[in-house]
């Protein structure tokens, strides 16, 4: 490692490249394809996306070529209209450049934070230092928004990108417009890059006090106007360089007794979960206290995150979680759940456990204040059904409900208004090319919001003159109790009257009238008992024969003998925080439906269960998938087909 100089005790700004420093680029053909697929569809080529990103590969070389050159950057109006798509109206592609740039450096990879990014600015700005940003790059908004999103933003107040700045590195102006920005002496001011030719002859020019490479240096010997003064091997190497300002030695974490743990946890957690940061440091400390554990958070065992890993794959793991523990005859958290919270929170706290490790394993919701496990809906199986990526994609407009601890249906339904309409337009010309009558199944998690698209649909089709028909399959469910007592929960044939359901859809696809049982979701109780006798004093329900049925619940085609009689299938999908959000608002405000703690063990237990056993093997059985929450429509290669020949005829 090169040697640092003595200088480094008068320093005030540390300065970061963002590209192979605070993150770093990795290939995801799946992600980089979609991409691809959008910049066609913006532009409205009729070339097929790979060969008509690969011209605009050829024209950006030109591009970066002039860049180097000049050391200048364009704005992004300007790259495209002049370098990227010249021979395109510039009226009409100028509006657009902002996002086809953010979609064209998604072609070239997935980019993600280094390990610690996270912890290493939080801790170098709490020891003093003014941080900022330094980068070369050709998009206005991608940087800005992906510090906003990490919970990085706050610590950045000066962000200088060579496509604003218009100056590019290693020219002197692009260092010096920072150190003036941030109001320091560029002499009390470092810079952390990964690049030595580009990075270490600038900052010098510009009279930096010091430049820190991060990485592997390829040339043993470099030229000496290219040597650092400091290579480091990763982030966390400059809590080693940096003391606290003015020389003080470096900090110890916070004793778990002192308020400072809530302190540090409270800073880690707003960078994890957006909703956090709409708590007030006081209310934080409370909830923290509600889950403080008897020996003291410095007692907390932390398990090895690869242990942590294989426990949240084991089914046994979630079936072991218990609804209704008691304490004082009150329903109280499971202690398994409340268990892994307080240790990833403990370990947080003590730098045991990444923040980006734990964002990609976990949700937190602020209300119920305990980690639920990330799903992982869209498998490879999944994928490869689908076609490898979405029919269409639309802006993503969900990130809205990330501070929020509850959502009512009518933000959610706005959210959704984009992909909502696409879906209602596709199902009718998947309609129209299968013929009617049709039984149409929406699966999908509870509170996803089947209910809802179903109830816009149906009224879409009736305004056309179609007669249409709805079964919940909720309405086939046995006594909630019963269920529960025999270890049932809400899924599979055992949790209801499956034959009577078989019977049903066969009577109904050929145009007969049925009756089915009728299930009072708030009482959680059947008109029907076990063996599918209607009980004394209730009544189920009569259903006539239509040209749409819809069956809408949880696994309507999960079954092979029920998919043969259905002719659409859909899964409609929204990530499990969200929809957790929407159950706090529906299901404990509205409806008093749940006790809170019940509610949490129950969603914490049956989520992962029902996408293993339920809505992963639909969504690989499907012919579309609706995904509001990554705001994207998913067909099969067939369905696709069918839906691109609908077009052209309609358009014919």
């Not at 908004?141 to 990490?150: K, N, S, Y």
């Not at 090895?304 to 523990?325: C, H, N, T, W």
């Not at 976990?362 to 490879?380: A, E, K, M, P």
Request: glycine share 8%; net charge negative.
């Amino acid at each position: 490692m090169l040697p640092f100089p003595a200088m480094h005790r008068d320093i005030e700004a540390v300065f970061l490249d963002v590209g192979g420093t605070l993150r770093l680029m990795a290939e995801d053909e799946p992600f980089q394809a979609r991409a691809r697929r959008r910049i066609a569809e913006f532009v409205g080529t009729e070339e097929s996306p790979e060969s008509f990103c690969a011209v605009l590969d050829q024209r950006y070389k030109a591009y970066r070529k002039w860049a180097f050159g000049t050391l200048r950057e364009a704005r992004e109006e300007e790259l495209w209209t002049r370098w990227l798509l010249p021979d395109r109206p510039a009226d009409r592609i100028g509006p657009l450049a902002g996002e086809l740039t953010l979609l064209y450096r998604q072609t070239m990879g997935r980019r993600f934070a280094v390990p610690d990014a996270g912890r290493v600015v939080a801790e170098l700005s709490g020891r003093g230092y003014r941080l900022g940003i330094i980068s070369n790059t050709s998009t206005e908004r991608e940087i800005p928004q992906w510090l906003e999103e990490e919970g990085l933003a706050a610590y950045f107040p000066t962000v200088v990108l060579s496509s604003t700045f218009g100056h590019r590195k290693p020219g002197v102006e692009i260092y010096l417009e920072a150190a003036r920005r941030a109001g320091v002496d560029p002499a009390r001011s470092v810079y952390v890059a990964d690049n030595p030719a580009r990075d270490v002859p600038g900052c010098r020019r510009a009279g930096f006090a010091a430049v820190i490479i991060m990485g592997v240096m390829e040339e043993k010997d470099p030229a000496a106007e290219d040597r650092p003064d400091l290579l480091i091997h990763g982030l966390a190497d400059l809590l080693d360089v940096f003391p606290a300002h003015g020389g003080i030695p470096r900090r110890e974490a916070p004793a778990a007794s002192d308020d400072r743990f809530s302190a540090v946890l409270y800073a880690g957690m707003k960078r994890i979960s957006a909703g956090i940061g709409e708590m007030e440091p006081y209310e934080f400390r409370y909830a923290l206290e509600n889950l403080a554990p008897r020996e003291g958070w410095a007692g907390v065992r932390l398990d090895a995150m690869a242990e942590i890993e294989v426990r949240l794959r084991d089914g046994g793991f979630y079936r072991s979680i218990q609804l209704k523990p008691l304490r004082d005859g009150k329903i109280v958290l499971d202690g398994t759940v409340a268990g892994l919270t307080v240790m990833l929170l403990a370990g947080l706290a003590a730098g045991r456990y990444p923040e980006e490790w734990i964002r990609n394993l976990f949700h937190f919701d602020v209300r119920g204040f305990y980690f639920i496990h990330r799903t992982l809906y869209f498998t490879d199986a999944v994928l490869a059904h689908l076609g490898g990526g979405p029919l269409r994609t639309f802006p993503g407009t969900q990130r809205r409900f990330e501070r929020c601890q509850a959502i009512g249906y009518g933000e959610f339904r706005e959210a959704n208004a984009a992909v909502d309409g696409a879906f209602i337009e596709s199902v009718r010309r998947l309609m129209d090319a299968r013929g009617l009558p049709v039984l149409v199944a929406l699966a999908g998690p509870t509170a996803a919001g089947k209910t809802e698209i179903v109830d816009r649909l149906r009224g879409r089709l009736e305004e056309e003159g179609r007669t249409v028909a709805s079964i919940e399959m909720d309405n086939f469910l046995t006594d909630r109790d019963e269920r529960e007592s025999n270890g049932i929960d809400s899924l599979g044939r055992r949790a209801m009257h499956f034959e009577a359901f078989l019977s049903c859809l066969e009577h109904i696809r050929h145009g007969r009238k049925i009756s089915i049982p009728r299930y009072d979701s708030v009482q959680a109780v059947s008109s029907h008992d076990r063996d599918g006798n209607l009980k004394p004093g209730s009544s189920g329900l009569e259903i006539l024969p239509a040209d749409v049925v819809f069956i809408e619940g949880n696994f309507p085609f999960l079954y092979p003998e029920a998919a043969s009689l259905i002719g659409i299938k859909v899964v409609y999908l929204t990530d499990d925080d969200v929809r957790l959000k929407r159950k706090w608002r529906r299901d404990v405000d509205f409806r008093r439906k749940y006790d809170p703690n019940y509610l949490r063990n129950r969603y914490f237990k049956e989520q992962f269960l029902m996408a293993m056993e339920c809505y992963i093997p639909q969504m690989e059985a499907c012919d579309m998938v609706v995904d509001t929450t990554g705001a994207a429509i998913w067909a099969t290669p067939e369905t696709a087909a069918l839906l691109a020949a609908a077009r052209e005829s309609s358009h014919g």
